[in-house]
């Protein structure tokens, strides 16, 4: 059973930087893809970035690129998703995800291909 545990959420001024972590326990598999994801109030959940491919490679969502990095540091089980320049916009519960099923790549962002989910961090980005 693997287990999810995030942190490192706050409230930030537009333009700021967050650094979010994602501590995994429980997983023995090494080839599995890890994933961020965002929900606002109201919306649905979005994916935001993930690592996959033996965690060797990334894929971002278009108001990510550029402006986030997902990484893995296997040493301490940790996913990291740093967030530089943050727009109002970004404001949402943030959860860390593990998929452990081959996919296609075009669903490497939806939510419904991972199966491992933490409980969030609230990011927040005001004006």
């Known amino acids: 059973q693997v287990q999810l545990v995030e942190s490192g959420g706050g409230s930030v001024q537009v333009g700021r930087s967050l650094r979010l972590s994602c501590t995994v326990s429980g997983a023995t598999y090494t080839n599995y893809r890890m994933g961020w994801f965002r929900q606002a109030p109201g919306k649905e959940r979005d994916g935001v970035a993930v690592?996959?491919?033996?965690?060797?490679?990334?894929y971002y969502t278009d108001s990510a690129r550029g402006r986030f990095t997902i990484s893995q540091d296997n040493a301490k089980n940790t996913l990291y998703l740093q967030m530089n320049n943050l727009e109002p916009e970004d404001s949402a519960m943030y959860y860390c995800?593990?998929?452990?099923?081959?996919?296609?790549?075009?669903?490497?962002?939806?939510?419904?291909?991972?199966?491992?989910w933490g409980q969030g961090t609230q990011v927040t980005v005001s004006s």
């Open positions: 995800a593990a998929g452990f099923a081959r996919i296609m790549l075009r669903d490497l962002l939806d939510p419904k291909k991972y199966d491992s």
């Open positions: 690592i996959y491919d033996g965690l060797r490679k990334t």
